[in-house]
């Protein structure tokens, strides 16, 4: 019996374009970065949504995104058929001499022409459920048996290919990766594999003393994000007095890495400006207990709601409320125009941010409408905490 069920999506350009690979030569491991979301909802998402958003968008606009296979704690989708190219691990975040870095030699110069995609989802605090680790070493070693791989050499990450912090969780704690091959090994050799569970607090509890507490100290705030450049996607933004955990010695041309957890428990990785931070010198020293000693201040981020029906009307609802609503679709990854200045949150509620609160509605099992109102508020209350 196979460890995943196929439910294809309908051939588009976007996220299923129908083109036969050249063979499978890595899988690639990904997260969906979509905190709470099970596989059902990504096959809707990519087979419905998406398509459906970038038909209402200039070419320039359009995302092109998908992956094979889904995987949450009860169920493994495959929304692609496994000869078919996804649109997963072509991006580019990086470039070196001129050229997008690309880290696997084996799958220069595409990588979706010979690889699989497989995406774990993720809990609402930002970490893998052990189900979920373990059904997708399942479907791992299924794939690897069917396509003759190896586990250790032949399963990469995502950031192993383009330098994408994905899958996050296994960025910032590389001995889960390293463990997650391991298992699927054996499982291969029909092995029994037991997945401890792992807290918020055991996510770096491995990288102990490689990152240390520190004060964001921007008075703005400090956007985080996916590289070391400015010209990189923005994470979010970290209010000032924000506590973040910052790895020892990972700054490079005035970047550092960090991981942040909101009031939530939802976990971030990403770069920031080191200047806006305590200097590495700082730290090593032991700056960072006096920093401690400082009176405590509430510094969890908040994202208020408003109460009422938002829609798309003419003339367009203008205001502050909007952009409550904009800011924490935003946080949540629902930008109204990731394009845009401010990542499209501008107080109007127009089509693109309806079209925003469609893809949360969609991804939350909420009616796919666009409408900003009571339902929606209280999901996006629910997952804001």
């Known amino acids: 019996m196979s460890s995943f069920r196929n439910q294809y999506i309908d051939i588009n350009k976007w996220t299923r374009p129908g083109i036969k690979n050249n063979g499978v030569k890595k899988l690639v491991v990904h997260y969906t970065a979509n905190p709470g979301a099970p596989a059902a909802n990504h096959y809707r998402y990519f087979g419905q949504t998406l398509p459906a958003q970038n038909r209402n968008l200039s070419e320039k606009k359009q995302t092109f995104a998908s992956a094979h296979i889904f995987v949450d704690r009860t169920e493994a989708i495959c929304i692609i058929p496994l000869n078919e190219v996804a649109y997963h691990a072509n991006d580019v975040q990086q470039f070196v001499n001129g050229q997008p870095y690309r880290g696997v030699a084996a799958l220069k110069p595409n990588a979706n022409f010979l690889s699989i995609g497989v995406e774990l989802c993720i809990e609402k605090n930002g970490t893998f459920h052990p189900d979920t680790i373990a059904r997708a070493e399942q479907v791992c070693a299924e794939l690897c048996k069917k396509f003759k791989l190896d586990p250790i050499n032949d399963i990469v990450r995502h950031y192993d290919i383009t330098h994408k912090i994905c899958p996050a969780p296994w960025v910032s704690r590389s001995q889960g990766f390293t463990d997650f091959k391991a298992h699927v090994n054996k499982r291969m050799a029909g092995t029994v594999v037991t997945v401890p569970v792992l807290s918020n607090s055991t996510v770096t509890h491995t990288d102990a003393g490689r990152f240390i507490k520190n004060t964001v100290v921007a008075k703005d705030g400090l956007v985080l994000r996916t590289q070391r450049s400015a010209g990189s996607s923005m994470v979010l933004t970290l209010p000032n007095g924000t506590i973040v955990k910052y790895q020892l010695g990972s700054t490079v041309n005035g970047w550092g890495y960090i991981e942040y ?23 090593k020293s032991g700056a960072q207990k006096k920093a401690a000693a400082k009176p405590k201040t509430n510094n969890k981020p908040k994202f208020p709601l408003p109460d009422g029906v938002f829609k798309v009307t003419n003339p367009l609802i203008r205001g502050a409320a909007v952009k409550q609503i904009q800011t924490a679709l935003a946080a949540l990854y629902y930008y109204p125009d990731k394009g845009a200045p401010n990542n499209g949150i501008d107080g109007a509620y127009g089509p693109k941010t309806a079209n925003a609160v469609k893809r949360f509605q969609l991804m939350n099992g909420l009616t796919a409408d666009g409408i900003y109102g009571p339902k929606t508020k209280a999901k996006l209350e629910t997952l804001m905490k």
């Open 261 to 283: 957890t909101n009031s939530k428990g939802q976990t971030f990785h990403g770069y920031v400006n080191v200047s806006y931070i305590k200097s590495d010198n700082e730290l």
